[in-house]
């Protein structure tokens, strides 16, 4: 007979989620092993994390190395929406209108990327900054675009890019989610203001307590106008002629 490799116990600990193991751990006092148990789970995380961030920046390279810039912006916009429009219904539903709230929820989806952030607050914004970007930024520190077989940067300067040239890939996905916004509710709840150098500064995710005095330029880069405001409040498409 082949001897075993784990006992009963080593069988059912790797059948056990690492979030009930620390919890258990918490519960016995186990400081400990507590500890060992919750970076066993952020390392666990990151993991899967940093391998659908790799896949997804593979996908997109290869539909704009294949098809073109074009194809590429299309297929960008539509899978953002699968994701972007559902999150912004979430926010919306859950603040009920409380933008403290929403801002917190937001922030919160920017922690699923693991890495330190910093939050300022003035009488105009919020503006959130992941040191290091947990995704974008840190495909560009790690290397991944860099040599013959790295993942794309887009070269020719467009909407998706900012109007930037050699832009990575993963990142162009900011300004979809900025013109879903734009184009669904008149006005973009979060807009970005992409760093110098993307990757070794962080990029600013900047939240408007009005969302009337988002400046213009945040609207023109998207080949889009900022709306005016109806006599009844409303505000129009912000869509350019």
Excluded at 148 to 167: E, I, W
Aim: hydrophobic residues 30%.
């Amino acid at each position: 007979m082949v001897k075993r490799l784990f006992s009963d116990t080593e069988l059912e600990q790797m059948g056990t989620r690492t979030l009930d193991r620390l919890l258990s751990a918490i519960e016995d006092g186990d400081t400990a092993n507590s500890k060992l148990l919750a970076q066993k789970m952020y390392n666990e995380f990151l993991s899967q994390h940093d391998g659908y961030r790799n896949w997804v920046t593979a996908l997109l390279s290869e539909i704009g190395r294949r098809f073109g810039d074009s194809v590429l912006d299309e297929v960008m916009t539509e899978t953002v929406k699968s994701w972007w429009l559902p999150n912004l219904a979430a926010m919306e539903e859950g603040s009920k209108g409380d933008l403290s709230i929403k801002a917190k929820m937001f922030a919160a989806g920017l922690r699923g990327h693991m890495q330190p952030m910093s939050v300022e607050e003035d009488d105009e914004k919020i503006t959130l900054k992941m040191k290091p970007c947990g995704s974008g930024g840190r495909l560009v520190l790690e290397g991944k675009y860099d040599g013959p077989d790295g993942f794309l940067k887009v070269s020719t300067p467009q909407k998706m890019t900012y109007d930037r040239s050699d832009f990575p890939v993963y990142c162009a996905h900011e300004a979809a989610m900025e013109q879903i916004d734009i184009e669904q509710n008149g006005s973009p709840f979060v807009v970005v203001e992409p760093s110098k150098d993307l990757g070794k500064e962080p990029c600013s995710f900047i939240i408007y307590k009005d969302p009337g005095d988002v400046p213009d330029k945040y609207y023109d880069r998207l080949g889009l106008t900022k709306p005016t405001k109806t006599s009844a409040g409303k505000t129009g498409s912000g869509t350019k002629e």
